[in-house]
């Protein structure tokens, strides 16, 4: 029993050296290969149009968070952001947002589910209210990438890990 507390306490001290959201860089100064050895490899990269280089770091499904580092055209940091909030989400517009735009904001989704019946596919991003609420929230969109539908839900899988 003790070795495995002793095991447990190891890995909180060895894991203490990785920051989840970027804490500890500098806006300005920190370089993208400085957050990358800070937050560990990103999911993805994207260029935006405003030539900026955009790297996204999920913590799904349980940290329920995505943060975005953006850089400049040198690699230097210009912010981090978590992308998975209230904010963010009212951004895209059924019938007028793309799958791509959607990607572009909130980043790689945690699960993608696919209706051939209805011949949809949707994205799912779990996240966290303020209140703490445990939420999901989808994005279904047609075959020419045009989100159909957006919207949070209850987390069935949360409500069933904690009934």
Request: one cysteine or more.
């Amino acid at each position: 029993m003790i070795q495995r507390h002793l095991a447990i306490a190891c890995l909180f001290v060895l894991t203490g050296c990785a920051s989840y959201d970027g804490r500890g860089l500098a806006v300005g100064q920190s370089t993208e290969s400085q957050v990358e050895s800070l937050m560990g490899p990103s999911a993805d990269t994207r260029r935006g149009r405003d030539g900026d280089t955009y790297r996204y770091y999920p913590r799904l499904p349980y940290g329920r968070a995505t943060y975005v580092a953006r850089f400049d055209g040198n690699g230097k940091l210009k912010a981090i952001e978590q992308r998975l909030q209230e904010e963010t989400f009212s951004a895209i517009k059924p019938g007028i947002t793309t799958v791509d735009e959607v990607r572009f904001l909130l980043g790689p989704p945690s699960r993608v589910v696919k209706f051939p019946r209805m011949g949809r596919e949707s994205l799912e991003y779990p996240w966290r209210a303020r209140n703490g609420v445990e939420l999901l929230f989808v994005v279904q969109y047609s075959p020419d990438g045009i989100v159909r539908e957006a919207q949070s839900i209850d987390d069935p899988e949360f409500q069933l890990r904690y009934e």
